[in-house]
């Protein structure tokens, strides 16, 4: 279905909610860079996802860049500090769609280097900088999959 890409992340129980997302939907998780925790099987069972053994799953340990220069695609990448809802985007099958770590997200190098594929969770109370990232990974999925049954049913 999708291509979920976590920069850096560190919280196990959220990539774990993320990897059930991605087997769910048939999707696979690609987690890049330095991981805030272990992928050993205890922690990872412990993040609540004992059938990690199932998820379609890669660890790239380069950086997001050099990630990006070795596979080519549609990148649609997600941060708080865009302007761009994200139902602008029309969704394909295999598109990669890129979200931050749960401390500082994307980081303005990699924000300002896609300005045309950066795109926004819209929230309506101001207080709350950000939503959880399986929560958000979970909106944008869905979202591509309503779209892509959508065309089907066309």
Same mark, same amino acid.
């Given at each position: 279905m999708f291509k979920i890409v976590l920069v850096e992340p560190l919280i196990p129980p959220? $990539?774990?909610? $993320?990897?059930?997302?991605?087997?769910? $939907?048939?999707?696979?998780?690609?987690?890049?860079?330095?991981?805030? @925790?272990? $992928?050993d099987e205890k922690t990872?069972?412990?993040?609540?996802?004992?059938?990690?053994?199932?998820?379609?799953?890669?660890?790239?340990?380069?950086?997001f860049f050099s990630f990006v220069n070795e596979h080519k695609g549609r990148y649609h990448l997600f941060s708080t500090h865009a302007t761009t809802p994200y139902t602008e985007i029309e969704f394909q099958a295999n598109d990669y769609l890129v979200f931050g770590n749960e401390d500082g997200g994307l980081g303005k190098e990699i924000i300002s280097s896609f300005p045309d594929s950066i795109y926004r969770i819209?929230? @309506?109370?101001?207080?709350?900088?950000?939503?959880?990232l399986a929560t958000s990974v979970g909106i944008i999925v869905y979202e591509g999959i309503r779209q892509l049954s959508m065309k089907k049913l066309v």
């Open positions: 959220n $990539t774990g909610s $993320t990897g059930r997302l991605a087997l769910a $939907t048939e999707s696979e998780l690609i987690l890049i860079g330095k991981l805030g @925790f272990h $992928t990872l069972r412990r993040a609540g996802l004992d059938y990690w053994k199932y998820v379609k799953w890669h660890h790239y340990e380069k950086d819209p929230m @309506f109370d101001y207080r709350v900088r950000s939503l959880n």
